[in-house]
């Protein structure tokens, strides 16, 4: 009785530490633009000002430019999401969801755990394509 408390008190500390770390990055500090992103559970989550098709269109150019192998899309009614691969087999999703007319998030997630860098490159390049 004791082992499975120890083990159910492990497993609530874990999810409560990777369900509650959001780590705010700075989108363009470059430009001086105010906009953050967050970074929570391993998912970059960042606007994009644009809807949701234009910013899929993009999105697949610019993922076929950076090498990454495109291996499916997911047309939901309030999102889309596009599955690729990187070099060493992580697993990229991108989803595109509609949060206003002219307004979209997009949320990436590269590996099992996430990658902030890579998910900020990605994003970048979407970005600086629109």
Same mark, same amino acid.
């Given at each position: 009785?004791?082992? /499975? ?5 492990? &497993?609530?500390?874990? +999810? %409560?530490?990777? *369900?509650?770390?959001?780590?705010? +990055?700075?989108?363009? #500090? ?10 929570? *559970?391993? $998912?970059? $989550?960042? #606007? ?6 234009? +910013?899929?269109?993009?999105? =697949? *150019?610019? =993922?076929?430019?950076?090498? &990454? &192998?495109?291996?499916?899309? &997911? ?7 596009? $599955?690729?691969?990187? +070099?060493?087999?992580?697993? %990229?999703?991108?989803? !595109? /969801?509609? !949060? ?5 998030? =997009?949320? @990436? ?7 902030? #860098?890579? *998910?900020?490159? @990605? $994003? ?7």
């Amino acid at each position: 009785m004791k082992a /499975k408390a120890t083990i159910l008190s492990l &497993l609530t500390l874990t +999810v %409560v530490l990777f *369900s509650g770390c959001t780590t705010p +990055v700075a989108i363009d #500090p470059m430009t001086g633009q105010q906009q953050t992103a967050k970074y929570q *559970s391993g $998912y970059f $989550y960042a #606007p994009i000002a644009a809807d949701t098709n234009d +910013v899929f269109m993009t999105a =697949i *150019s610019a =993922i076929d430019d950076m090498g &990454l &192998l495109r291996t499916g899309e &997911l047309h939901k009614k309030n999102y889309i999401k596009i $599955y690729a691969r990187q +070099v060493g087999d992580k697993e %990229v999703v991108v989803r !595109i /969801k509609q !949060i206003a007319a002219g307004e979209s998030e =997009i949320r @990436i997630r590269v590996g099992n755990l996430g990658d902030l #860098p890579q *998910s900020q490159i @990605i $994003y970048a390049k979407i970005r600086d394509a629109m």
